[in-house]
């Protein structure tokens, strides 16, 4: 029993990093974390941070795998910059993370991985816990492993099985310090080791170990509190981007009638949503795991002219290798959905790290003139709102579409208020079957869509194909004036999407010094940056651009209302080279590429540089 | 299969188009003889789809009055495996060629022959590159004089039927361009098989690679040059069926009748047999025509159709309330 009371503070937010060797189950703490924050009724964001390798060697730096998140009383947009608290559960992590963490942290450490060894192994000269290199932090000591052995030591465990729950006694001890109800994860452990017992029993005891550990011990002096914060009303779960990405594909199949079919090969960071989607083959989803990448957008192709809705889902380099299909899609004018979930590149690059440097490749990267709308989710959540738009935009204008999301939406989660399903609008597909006045490229009025044709239905039998189209007809043509009217038609018929793209919404003033423009996953630094510059009076508004293309229709006009333009970007200026072309405006750029999303603090530090 | 109602003929599954093969080259024979199998077919004529690659064979879907995709180099098979799995009641197409099928689209035959999609693949081997205009293809014999290798090909082709039979094909079928009554009947067999079918059909191109198979077809000479393979038969072949192929010691040879050899003696063809089909295929002389294997095995589109089936009957048909609200959800009121 403690001896002396121990104090509950009270803060607004707090961020939180969880770093270990990629064995030590840091992502499984942080996502269980994640759980108790959300039921507690905090904001929440969060970013998973792992290496590429599985299991790289034990105590190297190469093998650190983190997760940070934010939670807090009030409306947030990011995972936070600077951690307020980092669990180092060895010196590598503490190595790798120690530069993040905000003066005057607290630093938990598990004192038993501190050996000589793993301490040289990480670059230290040694022992950082007691040479002073922490001098500058509050810094918690616990030995983790020993605990961890002392409560299981009358079950029989083998010596593995007990160090693999030492995360639990990590987990239990930050919750009882943020006051966070583990009641959610022992449920997730029953779920999980409903098969082990033994197991089940042994991560129940070290989580609670870890609680009650906080509880008495001496060396915590005070908990703290992170009351709920004032969110809308209605009902909750924390969802990724990737998770996201899946259900609005399943919703826009279920809202279509269409039947969903997923072409895809594995490439990380876009394979858990080929992994989600196979989940649900109750909803009639046919999802194809194919020999390639081409392979997988070719059949994807196929169940389009078929009549389903046709997904495919990558990252760079295979979206790469699937340009020359998407071509064909854009000649035979068939509804396509390609997920593009962007990672460090070029080539191999950087597979688990964040970036966006697609953009070009995805609007511009292919043979001749070949328009393809784009549209880029702005966070985890909204992830489940793009691709539900992408598909929607698909199937009404006969084209192939791109959907943009990147490494840091697709494995971070938010909460997210479960929309309405009775409110989502149905979509309008009509397959032609009328044999009257059928040719397969008459084109409707207003959209310039073409009809769409199952085959199997009599007397319109039909050929499509790469080869130039006769505009109506569609039989093959090789007229030079055939080719450029088929050409400013497929052109026009991508900017005619212009008609369905919502004015631009201006955060902040309409007028002003500078207005912050962005696209993707940059929204939630962006957006809390430019509430910290109006907060202190300066004349910063943020508009961040969802269409990518064609771009919204009053863009130009918008922009033009500022003295400045800033295009803060995960790649080196390619928003801002197409605004710069569009709009004749001398836009700047804020760039970063080290496969790691914004902070907060850095957007707040270019504002101030620009204005 | 569509019941009697269906009367067709081949005039129905002609274009309006103009056919722009070059005058003599092997495609029209094939054009011609399957559109007058498909009448026979009793398959409504929507119901057809004709998925083609690139090249000269690849143009085939414009000239099939029937639905059609002429669509990138290589990549047809994809793509009907696409259409087939998500639409499994079409009668499903590809027209290939050997450079079409063997080179760009090599990884896209093999696993469409291993996964054993419901639909059938006719490569048209002239072994030459036609459309980009006489560069040797992956089925050119070493040696050969192209515009590519004008001291000769150095690159050792592909058996086309031994590729089948070891990506696991579950029909492997040769037959040749004018041999119209074979050919038919070879793509009746396909046709008539559940699972991917594969026939390479040996085509003359008139302009780069004129006479290829003549040996083959000239008819002084082409009954002593291929042989026959019909299940249950033994192989004989020659003008005065004379000759026939023993298997000895794991080998195949070529044999005189008479001589103290009877027809007794003499490999009899087993289409279920892969190792067989595999010898046979390795025979350069006299060359087999015919199928060479055929299995019975599960299709791709079946089992992918079975698991929707199995998911929605087990767990019952997905309601999107309900999968929005899995996991754990809170109220904030």
Known sequence: ?611 | MAEAAVKLTKKDFETPLDVRWCPGCGDYAILANLQRLLPDLGIPRENFVFVSGIGCSSRFPYYMNTYGFHTIHGRAPSIATGLKTSRPELDVWVITGDGDALSIGGNHLIHALRRNVDFNILLFNNRIYGLTKGQYSPTSEIGKKTKSSPMGSVDAPFNPIMLALGSGGSFVARSIDIEAKHLQAMMRASHGHRGTSFIEVYQNCPIFNDGAFDMLTDRKVKSENVVALEHGKPLVFGKEADKGIRLVDGKLEVVQLGEGVTEGDLLVHDETNRTQAFLLAQLELPVPVGVFFREERPTLDDMMNKQLETASSKKGRGELKALLHSGETWEVR
């Open chain 1, 1 to 611: 029993m403690s001896t002396q009371e121990k104090v509950i503070e009270q803060l607004e937010s707090v961020v939180i990093r969880f770093a270990g060797d990629s064995g030590d189950g840091m992502q499984l703490t942080g996502q269980q974390f994640t759980q108790e924050s959300v039921l507690a009724g905090n904001d929440i964001g969060t970013l998973p941070d792992f290496p590429a390798e599985i299991r790289a060697p034990t105590g190297t730096l190469a093998g650190v795998s983190g997760f940070q998140l934010q939670f807090a009383s009030h409306d947030i947009y990011t995972p936070g910059d600077a951690p307020d608290v980092l669990v180092a559960m060895n010196p590598a992590a503490l190595k790798i993370n120690l530069g993040d963490v905000r003066p005057n942290g607290i630093i938990i450490a598990n004192t038993d991985a501190y050996t000589d060894k793993n301490c040289q192994k990480a670059g230290f000269g040694g022992n950082p816990l007691t040479d002073g290199t922490l001098s500058s932090y509050r810094l918690y000591t616990v030995d983790m492993n020993k605990m961890t052995q002392a409560a299981l030591a009358d079950t029989g465990l083998g010596p593995r099985d007990i160090d693999r729950t030492k995360n639990m006694f990590a987990l239990g001890l930050v919750s009882w310090m943020f006051q966070r109800p583990i009641g959610v994860t022992i449920k997730q452990l029953e779920k999980k080791f409903a098969a082990k017992p033994e197991i089940l029993d042994a991560n129940i005891r070290v989580l609670k170990a870890g609680y009650h550990y906080g509880e008495t011990a001496e060396i915590f002096t005070s908990a703290y509190e992170v009351k709920p914060a004032a969110i809308e009303p209605g009902t909750y779960r924390s969802i990724t981007g990737n998770a996201a990405t899946a259900y609005g594909f399943i919703a826009a199949s279920e809202l279509s009638g269409l039947r969903l079919f997923l072409g895809s090969y594995p490439i990380t960071p876009a394979s858990d949503v080929l992994h989600e989607l196979s989940k649900h083959k109750n909803f009639d989803v046919m999802t194809f795991q194919a020999e390639d990448e081409i392979a997988a957008v070719g059949a994807a192709i196929g169940a389009a002219f078929g009549g389903n809705l046709a997904i495919t889902t990558s990252s760079g380099p295979g979206v790469a290798l699937k340009m020359e299909a998407i071509s064909l899609a854009i000649m035979t004018e068939l509804p396509l959905v390609i997920a593009d979930i962007q990672r460090g590149g070029p080539s191999t690059g950087l597979p688990t790290k964040t970036e966006q440097a697609d953009l070009l490749q995805v609007i511009y990267g292919r043979h001749g003139e070949s328009p393809v709308p784009v549209i880029a989710a702005q966070t985890p959540a909204d992830c489940f709102w793009a691709a539900l738009e992408a598909c929607r935009i698909a199937v009404k204008y006969m084209t192939p579409v791109f959907l943009l999301t990147d490494g840091y939406l697709a494995n971070g989660a938010e909460p997210w208020k479960i929309p309405d399903v009775e409110s989502l609008e149905a979509f309008d597909v009509k397959f032609r079957k009328e044999v009257d006045g059928f040719l397969p490229y008459l084109r409707d009025e207003d959209t310039l869509a073409r009809p769409w044709v199952k085959p199997g239905t009599p007397g319109l039998e039909h050929r499509i194909g790469g080869l130039e189209k006769e505009d109506g007809s569609g039989n093959v043509s090789y007229s030079p004036t055939n080719h450029e009217h088929m050409v400013r038609t497929r052109a026009a018929k991508v900017k005619g999407i212009q008609r369905d793209i919502a004015p631009i919404e201006v955060y902040g003033d309409p007028e002003g010094d500078l207005v912050v423009v962005g696209w993707g996953s940059t929204y939630g630094a962006i957006r809390t940056a430019v509430d910290a510059a109006r907060n202190e009076g300066k004349k910063v508004s943020h508009v961040h651009i969802r269409w990518m293309n064609p771009l919204p229709a009053d863009l130009g006009d918008v922009l033009r209302r500022f003295k400045k333009v800033l295009v803060p970007e995960m790649n080196l200026g390619q928003l801002r080279m197409l605004l710069r072309a569009e709009y004749l405006i001398p836009a700047e750029g804020l760039n970063k590429v080290t496969g790691r999303p914004f902070t907060k603090s850095e957007i707040l530090r270019g504002i101030e540089n620009h204005l």
